[in-house]
């Protein structure tokens, strides 16, 4: 079946400007995950979606990041006043979330580029 | 503090030959999950196995085996006959709770990035 899915896969920027990043997770998966993975180095929590709410969003990095899953399906990851530090590989994975072991699937990513 | 380390940053071996790629976690959870995961240079992650704290039975599929040893903290991740495909950045990770509201955020090594050689 379809994995998951990012939009887009590149992003270009320029500093100060708004976006958003897109997530499509696996038919049925309830949990969903956002990572930045800048050059060089492994993935990093950003926020966890049990369904609807975001039950955990203790990685954010400040309150220029938000993220949304309205319908518990796709998620939109915010990102306000972007700054040249926020350029990284911004990455979604979503898991059964049936139990706490799922395994988590990643997308593809989005590469973010602020200029 | 770091909670996944892999001391090798870059590895590179001739096609053939056996690779181990190390992995050391730190956590104080009792239960407590590993994953290894490859990143080949098109980008996205993929899963090559979990394990959970329970469990040290050591693993072979084909030519991967991965060695967990609790004593060791420590969850390495082996090659046999590498090939020029196994080229990628390999990322050890550890799940484990962040609060009771949680699921199992992932915490990633940095990674070892692996070149086979032909």
């Known amino acids: 079946g379809a994995g998951v899915s990012q939009t887009p896969s590149n992003k270009v920027t320029e500093k100060g400007k708004y976006v958003e990043l897109r997530c499509d997770p696996i038919?049925?998966?309830?949990?969903l995950y956002w990572y930045r993975q800048s050059l060089g180095q492994g993935p990093e929590f950003l926020i966890y979606?049990?369904?609807?709410?975001?039950?955990?969003d203790s990685g954010l990095p400040n309150d220029r990041f938000f993220a949304v899953r309205p319908e518990g399906s796709v998620s939109t990851l915010k990102i306000q006043r972007t700054e040249r530090g926020d350029s990284a590989v911004y990455l979604c994975?979503?898991?059964?979330?049936?139990?706490?072991?799922?395994?988590?699937?990643f997308g593809p990513g989005t590469r973010l580029t602020v200029l | 503090a770091q909670k996944v380390t892999q001391a090798q940053t870059e590895i590179s071996v001739v096609e053939k030959e056996d690779v181990t790629l190390d992995c050391v976690y730190e956590?104080?959870?009792?239960?407590?999950?590993l994953f290894w995961y490859k990143q080949p240079p098109s980008g996205e992650l993929v899963f090559l196995i979990r394990?959970?704290?329970?469990?040290?039975q050591n693993e072979i599929s084909g030519r991967y085996s991965w060695n967990f040893q609790k004593s060791t903290s420590s969850f390495n991740f082996t090659i046999t006959a590498s090939q020029v495909v196994d080229s990628a950045v390999y990322f050890c990770?550890?799940?484990?709770?962040?609060?009771?509201?949680?699921?199992?955020?992932?915490?990633f090594g940095k990674g070892t990035s692996l070149l086979v050689t032909p």
């Open positions: 994975a979503s898991s059964l979330g049936e139990t706490r072991t799922d395994t988590q699937y």
């Open positions: 990770a550890l799940s484990e709770s962040r609060n009771s509201n949680s699921g199992y955020a992932l915490n």
């Open positions: 979606f049990q369904g609807t709410g975001a039950a955990d």
């Open positions: 956590t104080r959870d009792t239960t407590y999950y």
């Open positions: 394990r959970n704290s329970f469990d040290e």
């Open positions: 038919s049925g998966h309830t949990a």
